[in-house]
């Protein structure tokens, strides 16, 4: 089977057990044991659901809820996925599907220059939100494009536009979103173990606030070699044990928190 959604082109090939049933009987499940190929996918118009009631504009917020008629075994490759502004490529793995929960056993793909490896499982929550648990990996990211392709993590205190570097980490995260796929960040948490080589620090307000102890030019880029620590995001706010920060501008030895709503 071969199809195509707005921009979205797929091809499906497998079998699809019980379908007589499914269609004929309401309540009965749909088992699939299939291979999906896409070439270009585009998620966003795909999960989007038009509300708005005739003379009134539509909502065009994404919504999404995880079907419980369904039982799915699929393997995939797509070579290019899209979600808003995140981009994905080599895009290959499995998805096992049953009783309202998802899981991937393995994800692998390219994404932000370097390369993704992912495993998990999503599952739906009785008030309609979704909880995802992820363990992976990542490899040669370019942390200017993280940071933009994921909005920032939803803060503007230090942007995409302030950062240049790349990223090698392995993370382990519990998030959960409502069904509009917003995320709740109440209940993120995130345990990451980065190492970010030649990273730069650009045009930072709170860094030029120290230009009267240190050379201002400087301070408009603060680079450095080689940074190394775990990260652990819970209760909205982030936090940075010591470490050393060896660069252009100084070298110093610092730790922190800070929280979402600063």
Known sequence: FKGQAGQSHFSLNGRFRNLASFMLLPGKPLIVDADLHSRELHLAPLLTTTTGQQGQAPDTAATFALPDYLTLDLAFVCEELNYNRFQARAVNGALLYQGQKLRLPDLAFQAMDGQVNLSGNLTSQPNGNLKARLKG??????????????????????????????????????????????????????????????????????????????????????????????????????????????????????????????
């Not at 917003?182 to 930072?204: A, H, I, R, W, Y």
Request: charged share 25%; proline share 3%; aromatic share 8%.
């Open 137 to 262: 990996e990542g490899q040669g990211i370019r942390i200017r494009e993280l940071f933009y392709q994921l909005k920032d993590f939803g803060q503007t205190v230090i942007t995409h536009d302030h950062l240049a570097g790349t990223l090698a980490s392995t993370v382990n995260m519990e998030a959960t979103w409502n069904p509009r796929l917003e995320p709740l960040l109440d209940k993120l948490k995130v345990t990451s173990d980065v190492v970010v080589e030649e990273g730069q620090l650009n045009q930072f307000d709170p860094m030029l606030k120290l230009a009267g102890l240190v050379n201002v030019e400087e301070l408009r880029q603060v680079s450095f070699q080689r940074l190394k620590n775990r990260i652990v995001i819970e209760d909205q706010q982030i936090r940075i044990p010591e470490m050393d920060v060896q660069s252009n501008a100084f070298n110093v030895r610092f730790s922190g928190t800070h929280q979402f709503n600063n």
